[in-house]
């Protein structure tokens, strides 16, 4: 633990960290595992490796786990797409039916549950909006509207149903949009059209695009969207949250849909990976786009994408119509595929002007944090990702440990 003490952290109350998860969380059996890495000035400084990949088989979690990343797979395709935008084969004001042609005529609901009564959006769709959340597209497991009732019933988001991402994309031209663009902010399927995007644009399948441009870059061996057969003995199980703090199998890693391809190939969330991987690439966004001599995005662009880009300067609890997404706090906006701090006190949780952050829907997480030179990974397998204040606690504790700042 010596690199801790040299990157200004407390080795003994880093120690809390490994105490909390295991007998909150852990040892209660509120989750199944629980994996945290912390990392300053890129050197991991500490990690937390706790509780048991496969708790049915008896196996226990290891570094190089392979875990579902579900919506920690949205800011890998914005940093893909983010290539392409520097290259200048796409802007993010472009028209996104300059791209999608079947989505000129889109409208914004008005009334019925198909046919659909619309009224035309105030102005068009820019790929900007995908970015940020502010299209006018949802999640069917929103569970609030006409529209995300249709989403359902098309099982528009089965990564593992009968239709791919072309596909999806015709389906939601036939579809209304829940506002018009720019009027509000709504987590949903646009990521996975920055996903179609990226195909498009670089002519290549989303997964051969993000194995060219980041994954074999970062030397992220084990990131991709199927369970490899060589990573089959590490695949954790994926459970999901019951009354009473307790959990039940919802994935057996054994028979998951993940261990073979999918049909749609999401850039929404149909990541797999380790731990290891993610903190190479997050560590790239805290380093402005540089790991390793490998460069995926110039200074300028991640802090484009590191910037609030929601309209008016507003925080996503003044612009939110979602029921669900991976940040619920105030003095927090919204970037290019994260969620960005833009004013430390209303959070009431340590952290920094300009962290920026995002997590999946089996409560797995991370943050960037440039003023300081920080850069955590938490892994686990418990769905939904808001049952417990679990990201709070980390950043809180990690903090904690925190003696020597930059900032």
Not at 190 to 211: C, E, F, I, M, R
Not at 212 to 232: A, C, N, S, W, Y
Request: charged share 20%; proline share 6%.
């Amino acid at each position: 633990m010596g690199k801790a003490k040299q990157h200004g952290f407390s080795k003994d109350r880093l120690q809390r960290i490994d105490r909390f998860l295991q007998e909150k969380y852990v040892a209660s059996g509120r989750m199944p595992c629980a994996q945290f890495v912390l990392a300053r000035d890129g050197e991991v400084v500490h990690q937390s490796v706790l509780g048991q990949q496969d708790p049915e088989r008896g196996v226990k979690l290891a570094e190089d786990s392979v875990y579902r990343l579900y919506s920690m797979t949205k800011p890998v395709a914005c940093v893909a797409l983010l290539t392409l935008v520097e290259e200048g084969l796409i802007a993010l004001d472009d028209p996104v039916a300059k791209h999608i042609p079947e989505w000129a005529n889109l409208g914004v609901f008005a009334a019925g549950v198909g046919p659909w009564l619309t009224t035309p959006t105030a102005r068009p769709m820019q790929v900007v909006d995908l970015m940020r959340h502010t299209s006018g597209l949802t999640y069917g497991f929103q569970n609030r509207t006409n529209v995300d009732a249709a989403y359902r019933k098309l099982k528009l988001e089965n990564m593992h149903g009968e239709h791919d991402l072309e596909a999806m994309i015709q389906m939601l031209a036939k579809l209304p949009l829940e506002f018009s663009p720019g009027e509000a902010w709504n987590y949903s399927v646009a990521t996975d059209v920055v996903g179609y995007l990226v195909q498009k644009v670089s002519g290549k399948p989303l997964d051969q695009a993000l194995q060219e441009r980041i994954f074999d870059p970062l030397k992220m061996v084990d990131t991709g969207f199927h369970v490899r057969e060589d990573q089959r003995a590490r695949f954790a199980a994926c459970y999901e949250a019951v009354p009473g703090g307790k959990m039940k199998l919802q994935d057996d890693p054994a028979k998951s849909p993940y261990l073979s391809p999918p049909k749609l190939l999401s850039g929404g969330g149909g990541l797999v990976g380790t731990a290891a991987d993610y903190m190479r690439f997050a560590t790239m966004l805290t380093n402005r786009g540089e790991l390793d001599g490998a460069r995926i995005l110039a200074p300028k662009t991640v802090d484009l994408m590191a910037s609030n880009h929601l309209p008016g300067g507003q925080d996503l609890t003044e612009l939110s119509r979602s029921l669900f997404s991976e940040s619920t706090n105030a003095g927090v906006g919204f970037g290019l595929g994260v969620a960005v701090v833009f004013d430390p006190p209303q959070t009431l949780i340590p952290c920094s002007q300009g962290e920026f952050y995002w997590g999946g829907a089996a409560s797995t997480a991370f943050w960037c944090d440039p003023l300081e030179q920080v850069t955590a990974v938490f892994m686990t397998q418990l769905l939904p990702s808001s049952t417990y204040p679990i990201r709070r606690e980390l950043r809180t504790l990690a903090y904690s440990a925190l003696m020597e700042t930059y900032g």
